[in-house]
């Protein structure tokens, strides 16, 4: 990544390409399991993460920021995928009820599609920034920057709901234990 920011551009972009098509090919042909649907919210965490990490090394002086980024998008997501499968849900992105932001997010394949990709693009700015990429890097960044909010935002209530569900569930197990 640090020597070879050209390929690194191209890998990650085609990794990116290949996602989105993977996903919408399981939907298309009807394919789409439970754990294809862990699978990819976890190599997506992986790419992201990885990404993320590399910024610290470009940008140490905020290693608290990505620290924070990082364990915001991995505790959301994990937490939001467990409680979904403890409250026995056929899918994480069933929603309903919960928030309006998560309905709009996971409910329109567009939106869902525009902010992740916007998010990645946000964090993919700031390495070609760093790569003297400047105008492309920060007009990527400066572009991306509204989705990238509206995903740690997301990210902030899916974590907050998913916990209270669980607690939820742990308060009802509880209470039948008891009675």
Not at 16 to 36: C, V
Not at 68 to 77: E, G, Q
Not at 101 to 122: S, W
Request: hydrophobic share 45%; with cysteine; proline share 2%.
């Amino acid at each position: 990544m640090k020597e070879h920011p050209y390929y690194t551009s191209v890998l990650y972009g085609v990794s990116s390409i290949l996602d989105a098509f993977d996903g919408y090919a399981a939907r298309k042909f009807n394919q789409g399991t439970r754990f294809g649907a862990v699978l990819d919210m976890v190599t997506d965490r992986c790419a992201t993460s990885s990404l993320i990490v590399f910024l610290a090394v470009l940008y140490p002086q905020y290693y608290v920021a990505w620290q924070v980024l990082v364990s915001l998008d991995l505790a959301s997501h994990y937490v939001h995928m467990y409680s979904s499968l403890a409250s026995g849900s056929t899918s994480h992105k069933n929603v309903d009820g919960q928030s309006k932001l998560l309905q709009l997010y996971y409910t329109n394949r567009t939106v869902l599609f525009i902010v992740c990709a916007f998010n990645e693009l946000f964090y993919f700015g700031l390495y070609l920034h760093y790569f003297n990429f400047a105008i492309f890097g920060t007009g990527m960044t400066v572009v991306s920057t509204p989705f990238w909010i509206f995903k740690q935002v997301a990210n902030v209530i899916q974590l907050k709901n998913a916990s209270v569900t669980l607690a939820e569930l742990d308060a009802k197990d509880r209470n039948k234990q008891q009675n």
